[in-house]
Structures are given as C-alpha cells and as structure tokens.
C-alpha cells in the first residue's frame, strides 16, 4: 500500500512539476490591495498613538516648567499681631498697655481700637451659650498649602486678624472664628490656563451623494437618463476617540482618530441595448448595438475612511453646569474600503465598487457643529449637537468621467473626561 501511495505521489510531481498557475491582469490590483491593508492599519494605529503620547507629553511639560504651582510656602510667624504684646497686669484689676493707656478687667467682652485709647473701648454683652476656646498658640506651624492661607485676610466684626491684640483673639467666640472659613466669592476661584481631555465621540448621520460631469469625453450619453432616480440618502457615521487641549475653560483644540463612513443608497431597474466604442485617444467615438442587458440592484455604496480630524472650539458657559459649545475644522481622511454596487459610467454596467481603481486615497474635508454640553461635578462633559461633514474635492481622481462630493449630516454625541487641569 504505501509502494503504490509513493508511485502516485511520483507520477503526480512529475505531470505538475512544470505547472504555472496564471491569474487574470485585472485581479493583480486587487491582491495588492490586500497585501497592502493590513500595513496601512498598522501606520495609522502608530500614528493614533504617537498622537495620544505626544498630547499627554506635551501637557505635562507645560504644567511641570510653567512655573505655576498649586502650593506656596511661606515663612512661619513669631505673632498674628505682627508685633510683640507689651501689656501688663495690675494688682487692682487694671490693665496698662504699652502707649500708657489704662483699662479696667471685666468679664464682658471688649473690643479695642488701634490706638488703645479707653475712650474707645466698644463693649459686648456676655453670650454665656456659646462655647469660648482657649488661647491662641502664637507660635503658628508652617503653613504650606495656599487654601489655608485664604482665612487669614477676611475680616471678622470689621476686624483684621491680623490687626487684633492676643486679648481680643483669647474672647473671640467660637461661631466667630469659625466663619474665617467661608470660602472665597466665585470671582476670586482661580482657574489653571490649560486642562486636558480624553473622550469619545458617536456620530449616526445621514448620507448624501452629489454627482457632476468631470470628463465628458469617457461619460456615456446615456448615463444621467438611465440611471435617473437610482440614488437616495444613505446613512453614515464619523465615531472615534479624541484628546483635547483646554485654554481657559473656553477655548480648546481636538485631534484624535475617527472612523468616517460615507454612504448612499442605490435602486437600479435598467436595461442597456449599445455600448460604447473607445479610441485610441480614450474618448467614446461612437455606441455599438447589443442586445438588451437588464440590471437588476437594491442596496448601498459606502466609501469607508480612517480619519484625523484637526479641529478648533469654543465653549460658553451659561452657568457652572449648562453651556453652549462651537467647533469647526479639517479632516484628513485615508480611504480604508468601499462596498456596493455602482453604474459604470462609460458603458453603464453595474460593477463592484471595492474593484474601483478611481477612488483616491487621500482626501481633505471640512466640519463644523454646535449645540448644548453639561458638566457634571466628576469633571465629564457631555455634549449633543448637529454635524456637518463634507469633502472639499471628488471621491475619485482627475481622470474618472464622474465628479462624486459627499456630505454627512447627523447628531454628534460626545463625552469627554478633563483628565487634568480645570477649575481649582
């Protein structure tokens, strides 16, 4: 058995040894396409996350050589007064300060003007419910955080504290000194002048194909009366993940990687019954009879494109919550695949757009939106808004009998998270 199954194995190598396969001209495009595919989405991936790096790198430079730090540290004082306190107890219950002035011991609380004088001693009545502290440790510890420090400007009953004798702090009363603590005003809450963004973006669209002349010597003259009514809005969309640069809470600037979809949809019922002939100079010189073909089609062409969009963007706010955000900008687009059926146009028969040669690689297009975002109080911004997007040139090259502009409308649906940076 294993004789006769190595004779065959023999007599096989010998009949196929100068065997060539040979394949058809047209399919060569097509393997290069794909052999090319997967080293085209592995570019674009490292360009995706140099991107991300790049962003992140840049921001944390600019925060760390800035010279803007959250933290200030200043030097410890020897008294909150500013200056040593001279004053001396007396055995009759009187008081003498520094300048000369007398002042007489009570029980009730007393409040003294600057110069000392007893002719301007401003009396209180004793408030027994509430709780007194003690006294106050003038040899204070080294503050370093800059919230700690906003207390010690505000004034208390008219009163700086710094400008207060140690008596006046031993009376003051614990509802008192614990409304040092009230926060700042509004207006006095500093923001940093950069934050940065990471967010996602979901963009269902409507798809619309506009179609013109291009070159008029290769367009059948049949092509517009056949075809007509064939194509209708299709739907398409532009999602992808974004990093954002944030200035002063309201302008910013968003990159990212978006994969953009545009789509038409097509209905042919149609017959053709000549086809044109080409001459040597590539123009159609005259239609040859045949008979009738029928075409047959219900579906949808799509031009599939990996995209980076380079956009500009303002937000108003109209409280702390609820605002108003703008943007616009290019997109620089890869084309990434196409599907469908589509009318030739020079002998109008149907034909598999992704065997398309036509289809430029590169194109440039434009956006613009604006709508309603929120900002929670976790730092992510949600954001809904109507989208335009549209390509500045046709989908296929200078040579094709067709000019063919697409345009997306459609909600942009965002939400971004300000990884670093914002309000402090």
């Not at 047959?296 to 108003?316: A, F, Q, V």
């Amino acid at each position: 058995m294993d004789r006769e199954r190595l004779n065959i194995d023999k007599i096989l190598q010998e009949k196929f040894k100068d065997f060539k396969g040979e394949i058809p001209l047209s399919d060569w495009g097509l393997i290069e396409q794909k052999l090319q595919k997967r080293k085209r989405r592995l570019i674009l991936w490292w360009a995706s996350v140099l991107l991300f790096v790049g962003a992140a790198v840049s921001f944390i430079a600019y925060e760390k050589y800035s010279g803007i730090t959250e933290n200030s540290v200043i030097n410890k004082p020897t008294s909150i007064s500013g200056e040593t306190s001279t004053t001396k107890p007396s055995v009759d219950g009187l008081i003498e300060h520094s300048d000369g002035s007398v002042e007489k011991k009570d029980n009730s609380r007393t409040q003294i003007s600057d110069n000392h004088s007893t002719k301007n001693v401003v009396k209180y009545p004793e408030r027994s419910h509430t709780k007194k502290i003690p006294a106050v440790d003038h040899n204070l510890p080294e503050v370093t955080s800059s919230k700690q420090l906003e207390m010690f400007p505000i004034s208390l009953k008219g009163k700086s504290v710094k400008n207060m004798s140690p008596e006046i702090l031993n009376e003051v009363y614990l509802s008192d000194l614990l409304a040092l603590n009230k926060p700042q005003p509004k207006s006095e809450i500093k923001s940093r002048k950069l934050a940065l963004e990471l967010g996602l973006n979901i963009a269902p669209a409507i798809g619309i194909e506009n179609l013109d002349i291009n070159n008029s010597k290769l367009l059948n003259k049949y092509y517009f009366s056949t075809i007509d009514g064939a194509s209708s809005a299709g739907n398409g969309f532009n999602n992808g993940l974004n990093v954002q640069i944030t200035y002063t809470d309201k302008f910013y600037f968003r990159s990212g990687i978006y994969a953009q979809n545009y789509s038409v949809s097509r209905n042919y019922d149609y017959y053709i019954d000549s086809v044109p002939r080409v001459n040597t100079y590539n123009e159609i010189d005259d239609y040859i009879p045949i008979d009738r073909e029928f075409y047959l089609y219900k579906g949808k062409t799509s031009i599939k494109y990996i995209s980076i969009p380079l956009l500009l963007g303002n937000r108003t706010y109209f409280n702390s919550k609820w605002g108003l955000e703008s943007k616009l900008g290019l997109n620089v687009s890869r084309l990434l695949s196409s599907s469908g059926m589509f009318a030739n146009p020079t002998d109008i028969r149907l034909e598999d757009l992704n065997r398309n040669r036509n289809i430029k690689k590169w194109n440039l297009g434009a956006s613009v939106s604006t709508g309603i975002f929120y900002k929670t109080k976790n730092n992510i911004i949600f954001t809904a808004e109507p989208n335009f997007n549209m390509m500045f040139g046709s989908a296929y090259d200078s040579k094709y009998p067709l000019s063919s502009k697409n345009y997306n409308y459609g909600i942009n649906i965002n939400v971004n998270y300000i990884l670093k940076g914002g309000k402090l």
